[in-house]
Nanobody, 119 residues
Framework: QVQLVESGGGLVQAGGSLRLSCAASVRTFRRDTVGWFRQAPGKVRDLVAAITWSGGYTEYSDSVKGRFTISRDNAKNTVYLQMNSLKPEETDVYYC????????????WGQGTQVTVSS
């Protein structure tokens, strides 16, 4: 079973940057599509960005296009989310989730990392 560990969250001022990392425990991770999601208390978890296994295709929510960049290093079993020009309303817990091709949906995730953007 794949375990994911997110890191890189913290407190940043509005307009600042953070780089999140999602490290996987097994090599099969490199075959999976990975998404970064965020969730505020009592709200639905929303997809922020996703990347296919090869990194050849990425997608972003409209709210983060041009500011966030998702990437991966399969040799390190790690996916990254570079977040620039952060806004206070983006204060959330950020999760990475994996989607196995044979399952067809996101079916495993980490415990999340808190991102707090102060105004």
């Amino acid at each position: 079973q794949v375990q994911l560990v997110e890191s890189g969250g913290g407190l940043v001022q509005a307009g600042g940057s953070l780089r999140l990392s999602c490290a996987a425990s097994v090599r099969t991770f490199r075959r999976d599509t990975v998404g970064w999601f965020r969730q505020a208390p009592g709200k639905v978890r929303d997809l922020v960005a996703a990347i296919t296994w090869s990194g050849g295709y990425t997608e972003y929510s409209d709210s983060v296009k041009g500011r966030f960049t998702i990437s991966r290093d399969n040799a390190k079993n790690t996916v990254y989310l570079q977040m620039n020009s952060l806004k206070p309303e983006e204060t959330d817990v950020y999760y990475c989730e994996g989607r196995r091709f044979e399952v067809g949906r996101y079916d495993y995730w980490g415990q999340g990392t808190q991102v707090t953007v102060s105004s």
